[in-house]
């Protein structure tokens, strides 16, 4: 069975730094580019970065460019987000989904929660 | 950036009646190979999205076939022939023709009258 089951979500401060997981499981990892999504409290959803599946091409928002950086560790199918100046904006579920040949977020993980606040 | 604006926002339905919501793109949302890369995904109340449709109109597997999608250029629509309880929820279409970045729509919410 696939899964993307992410953790490391937090309340922390402005300013604050976190890091994201999601650990892939049930299909080969590295075959797969892979992206964090977002969705504010009773918002919408929002890109926030892409990595390619050998971890060579990476995008992120304008929103997050500077601030936040996607990595992945093909050999423990691991994705990553670590998120540095955090801000009250960035309070969001953090989803991590799949992408294969152009046919994005057939699998999405169940979210981790960051909320950053004082 | 591509902006999507979907319509209607919300969407009351009566049970066994359909419902349609469309998408519509601020450029046109085909490649240089003629391909359009246009998705829906349903968000149920407390969980994650799920895909339904991907590239303008091939539905998931395990997607009720009452669910089906149209489209091409700027404009897109999804359709429920006849909505279900389980239908309840936010719609949301997305393109990756023209990225980054990956860009949805606002969402529309079908609600039960």
């Known amino acids: 069975e696939v899964q993307l089951v992410e953790s490391g979500g937090d309340l922390i401060q402005p300013g604050g730094s976190l890091r994201l997981s999601c650990v892939a499981s049930g299909f080969t990892f590295s075959d797969y580019w892979m992206h964090w999504i977002r969705q504010a409290p009773g918002k919408g959803l929002v890109w926030v970065a892409r990595?390619?599946?050998?971890?060579?091409?990476?995008n992120h928002a304008d929103s997050v460019k500077g601030r936040f950086t996607i990595s992945r560790d093909n050999a423990k199918n691991t994705l990553y987000l670590q998120m540095n100046s955090l801000k009250v904006e960035d309070t969001a579920v953090y989803y991590c989904?799949?992408?294969?040949?152009?046919?994005?977020?057939?699998?999405w993980g169940q979210g981790t929660l960051v909320t950053v606040s004082s | 950036d591509v902006v999507l604006t979907q319509s209607p926002l919300s969407l009351p339905v009566t049970l066994g009646q359909p419902a349609s919501i469309s998408c519509r793109s601020s450029?046109?949302?085909?490649?240089?190979?003629?391909?359009?890369?246009l998705n829906w995904f349903q968000q149920r109340p407390g969980q994650s999205p799920r895909r339904l449709i991907y590239k303008v109109s091939n539905r998931d597997s395990g997607v009720p076939d009452r669910f089906s999608a149209s489209g091409s250029g700027t404009d897109f629509t999804l359709k429920i022939s006849r909505v279900e309880a389980e239908d309840i929820g936010v719609y949301y279409c997305?393109?990756?023709?023209?990225?980054?970045?990956?860009?949805f729509g606002q969402g529309t919410k079908l609600e039960i009258k």
């Open positions: 989904a799949r992408d294969r040949l152009a046919e994005p977020y057939d699998k």
């Open positions: 450029q046109r949302l085909v490649d240089s190979r003629g391909n359009t890369y």
């Open positions: 997305m393109q990756n023709t023209h990225w980054p970045p990956y860009t």
């Open positions: 990595i390619s599946d050998d971890g060579s091409g990476i």
